[in-house]
């Protein structure tokens, strides 16, 4: 095409003319069509203006070629994109988002070349992270939201995943990197499901966590719009639950990001913002990798509105209960802000504490009687209840009444139950009296599926 060359197409005067002229010299669709074409579109992004990209976009947009089996000339096109001019928003209002549209429309209509060009894709994406201006982080929101693109990236290979991940984070480290820009945080939206997807070997976990860990440190908010997140903010959201959901069954990867995951949990706006205290859960069979960061995170349960901790503070007391024993008062009185069918996590914990220091739950059997009041809570109160009653039996003897009434609400509790009344039942003769009467009622008046607990108890 002759007018491609002239000074009417470049100052883009005339480009309508040049429209037409694609549109005759494709409609044979032959080889001869498809190299018009991307010599239409190379010229598009030599001239690099609102215009020529928008020219860009609409003739790829129409199907005039079939890119199917033509990955070369796909690749030829992309790797032209490393040529445009880097303009500034104020420069030009429309040129930067006008790029995106231009790649992102490539790449979606040339879907069936995916596989092959993956490599070229994923090397474009590293240089415009590595370039990291506005207009090439257009760029990387072009490629990263292209559809089918997405999942590619996911499945990129280790050297392809280390090579974005460095590159992304060359991009938030720099001296120059805005976390606060529209175009990050748009960039960073996508690109970190596929980091956190694609990140399988040890080496590109440990940048993963590098990288999870860098953002955790910095501000995760607007400070002029405290509920939009910055880029640091952003990429936490979605690596931080990927990362923990695919290591949960390796702790010595769990324990790369345990000490930022505590930090942000104790920053009650951001734990709230981002429910991180959810994902605590994820740690209730890997107590001992919380236990080194007890005291901060008692700290995080006990000033904040984080309750779900409260479901793996049983877990981490078995491997650290130093801080646990020293603040039991705060972790009592926290109770109360809690409603009670969440307070299982609590008797739980207080079963744990009763097993290795009975004396420190002693002055808390009041608290283990409200635990009858709700049937999630009733068997680790009555299981505690069991340990301090072998500890020290006196303060119990005027609980039988209580938890007679506690078989009547609960009759699926009656072992517990005859469990704490038989110890109660050892303290003197008269007890001993009482309580084997209540047992010998039971073999006659109880669940006959029982009875076996009930002789047993009772020998």
Same mark, same amino acid.
């Given at each position: 095409m002759e007018c491609l060359n002239t000074d009417e197409f470049k100052t883009g005067k005339n480009l309508r003319k040049a429209r037409e002229e694609l549109e005759a010299a494709t409609k044979s669709k032959d080889d001869k069509a498809l190299r018009t074409m991307v010599d239409f579109l190379c010229a598009c992004l030599d001239c690099s203006t609102e215009k020529h990209m928008e020219l860009f976009r609409n003739a790829v947009r129409d199907n005039l070629v079939k890119w199917k089996g033509h990955e070369k000339e796909v690749c030829e096109v992309l790797d032209k994109f490393r040529t445009i001019k880097e303009i500034k928003k104020e420069d030009d209002t429309w040129y930067n988002s006008r790029t995106d549209d231009a790649v992102e429309e490539l790449l979606e209509r040339s879907k069936t070349c995916h596989k092959k060009i993956r490599p070229n894709v994923v090397s474009l994406l590293v240089f415009a992270l590595n370039k990291g201006s506005e207009t090439f982080l257009h760029l990387a929101k072009g490629i990263t939201w292209a559809d089918g693109i997405r999942d590619m990236l996911n499945k990129m290979t280790d050297e392809e995943s280390k090579s974005v991940m460095e590159a992304f984070f060359g991009l938030i480290k720099s001296d120059t990197f805005d976390p606060e820009s529209t175009i990050a945080n748009?960039?960073?939206?996508?690109?970190?499901?596929?980091?956190?997807? +694609?990140?399988?070997?040890?080496?590109?976990?440990?940048?993963?966590?590098?990288?999870?860990? &860098?953002?955790?440190?910095?501000?995760?908010?607007?400070?002029?719009?405290?509920?939009?997140?910055?880029?640091?903010?952003?990429?936490?959201?979605?690596?931080?639950?990927?990362?923990? +959901?695919?290591?949960?069954?390796?702790?010595?990867?769990?324990?790369?990001?345990?000490?930022?995951?505590?930090?942000?949990?104790?920053?009650?706006?951001? +734990?709230?913002?981002?429910?991180?205290?959810?994902?605590? +859960?994820?740690?209730?069979?890997?107590?001992?990798?919380?236990?080194?960061?007890?005291?901060?995170?008692?700290?995080?349960?006990?000033?904040?509105?984080?309750?779900?901790?409260?479901?793996?503070?049983?877990?981490?007391?078995?491997?650290?209960?130093?801080?646990?024993?020293?603040r039991l008062p705060e972790i009592v009185e926290k109770m109360d802000d809690i409603d009670a069918n969440r307070q299982y996590g609590f008797y739980h914990l207080f079963h744990e504490i009763s097993k290795s220091d009975p004396q420190a739950m002693m002055p808390y059997i009041e608290k283990l009687e409200e635990g009858f009041d709700d049937a999630s809570c009733m068997s680790y109160a009555l299981q505690t209840m069991k340990e301090l009653c072998k500890y020290d039996t006196k303060p119990f003897l005027d609980k039988i009444d209580k938890l007679e009434e506690? &078989?009547?609400?609960?009759?699926?509790?009656?072992?517990?139950i005859y469990e704490v009344l038989s110890l109660i039942g050892l303290y003197n003769e008269e007890y001993a009296e009482r309580i084997m009467a209540y047992l010998t009622d039971k073999l006659t008046s109880g669940d006959v599926m029982y009875q076996s607990s009930v002789l047993m108890f009772m020998k």
């Open positions: 748009a960039v960073t939206s996508w690109l970190s499901t596929n980091l956190a997807e +694609s990140a399988r070997s040890t080496e590109n976990v440990k940048l993963l966590s590098e990288i999870i860990n &860098y953002c955790s440190e910095r501000d995760l908010y607007n400070e002029d719009e405290p509920d939009r997140e910055t880029t640091y903010g952003m990429a936490i959201r979605t690596l931080m639950p990927t990362f923990l +959901s695919k290591n949960m069954s390796n702790p010595e990867n769990l324990m790369l990001i345990t000490p930022g995951f505590i930090r942000l949990l104790g920053n009650e706006e951001v +734990s709230e913002q981002m429910s991180l205290s959810s994902y605590v +859960s994820m740690f209730m069979q890997q107590g001992e990798l919380l236990a080194p960061h007890a005291d901060p995170l008692l700290d995080a349960f006990i000033k904040n509105d984080a309750d779900n901790i409260v479901d793996v503070l049983p877990a981490v007391y078995k491997h650290n209960p130093e801080p646990f024993q020293k506690a &078989y009547k609400s609960q009759p699926m509790m009656c072992y517990f």
